[in-house]
């Protein structure tokens, strides 16, 4: 059965071949309407849950949407209608086309005669997150002739970060993590510097002039002598129990 062109029918439309004329033309299926269409994003940050790597996320209109759906790929191999997600900061490239179970109705692609690429592509970035942290305590220490550790960690970084500490800064500077605190021996006023160490979900903290906390090795007290003139006597020894 012929139809005119441009006259719809059982879901199909004519299309004319030649303008000129107007009496060529063929049976193609109809075009599937989509709503939204999906997009890429840069303004995510990671946030320990799993986050869908497209926003909008892609709509077919109603009348449609019964047969037809965006099949989304990570990889450009295996395509599904589930919306990529992930958990971890980083670029991803989703590839995706409109899928169809209609045979009337063709699938859509962003270049179908492409053989190795007929899909859409759009990025999305999931940045990174500052980490959460607190500096080290500082400690008030006494002369002991050993060597004494001078802060303490009481609160760890975020999940994976590192703090590390270094008595220095600049080139020279030794760096070293917890459990692994600078200490010292020697009675003084000691700056113990400190930054974190990042990974793929938080940025690094980096150390600097005003990155530390300070600790004190004090002397060792002299005992107090209660030595009363009225209980001593010229001559007399005194023992260690009569010192006080």
Request: glycine residues 6%.
């Amino acid at each position: 059965e012929f139809i005119k062109p441009g006259e719809v029918k059982s879901n199909y439309k004519a299309i004319t071949l030649d303008e000129s004329t107007g009496e060529q033309f063929e049976i193609v299926g109809m075009g599937i309407n989509v709503d939204v269409w999906p997009e890429g994003f840069d303004n995510k940050t990671y946030n320990g849950s799993s986050i869908k790597l497209l926003d909008p996320i892609g709509v077919i209109s109603k009348e449609h949407s019964n047969f037809a759906s965006f099949y989304y790929s990570t990889d450009g191999i295996s395509f599904s209608p589930n919306v990529p997600e992930s958990s971890n900061a980083g670029t991803y490239t989703i590839k995706y086309y409109v899928h169809s179970n209609n045979k009337n109705f063709k699938p859509i692609y962003r270049d179908k005669d492409n053989i190795t690429d007929p899909y859409f592509t759009v990025v999305s970035e999931i940045k990174k997150a500052d980490p959460v942290y607190e500096p080290p305590v500082g400690l008030e220490l006494v002369y002991s002739g050993e060597a004494q550790r001078l802060a303490v960690q009481k609160i760890k970084p975020s999940a994976g970060c590192k703090m590390e500490y270094s008595l220095t800064l600049g080139e020279e500077a030794v760096w070293s993590a917890d459990p692994f605190i600078p200490s010292a021996i020697e009675v003084g006023n000691y700056k113990v510097y400190y930054r974190v160490k990042g990974n793929s979900n938080y940025y690094d903290v980096p150390e600097n002039e005003t990155h530390y906390v300070e600790a004190e090795i004090k002397k060792v007290p002299v005992p107090e002598m209660d030595l009363e003139a009225s209980n001593l006597t010229y001559g007399d020894t005194l023992s260690l129990s009569e010192i006080s």
